[in-house]
């Protein structure tokens, strides 16, 4: 999860100069929506439960918008392509946080 934080902040400042057109700030945006996320998803893994919830949901969000975006605003695929790479990065998503679920299952101990 860091390793994507990492990425998704990259690309963010990476991108950002380059960003004209609300397809791309959007896109763009969304990768730091997802880097936060996942900064976020693994700190309330062993601490403030409480907010896993909306951090889970804002880094799903965040990666779906980016990969399914960025194959239409960079590189002009077509829209059928944006949502077929938006749910594969849903689905990735989804397989993600079940493997971080399982591995601090709630109500265990994590320190």
Known sequence: MLYLAW??????????PDATGIGR????????????????CVVTTVRARRWAGVARR????????AGGL???????APIW????????SL?????????????FPPGESTV
């Open 7 to 16: 990425t998704g902040a990259t690309g963010f400042l990476d991108q950002w």
């Open 25 to 40: 700030i959007v896109q763009t945006s969304s990768e730091l929506v997802y880097a936060v996320g996942a900064v976020l």
């Open 58 to 65: 804002a880094w799903i969000t965040g990666a779906t918008l």
């Open 70 to 76: 960025a194959p239409v605003v960079w590189g002009g």
């Open 81 to 88: 392509l944006s949502l077929v790479t938006g749910g594969a």
């Open 91 to 103: 689905g990735l998503a989804l397989g993600l946080l079940w493997m971080l679920r399982r591995g």
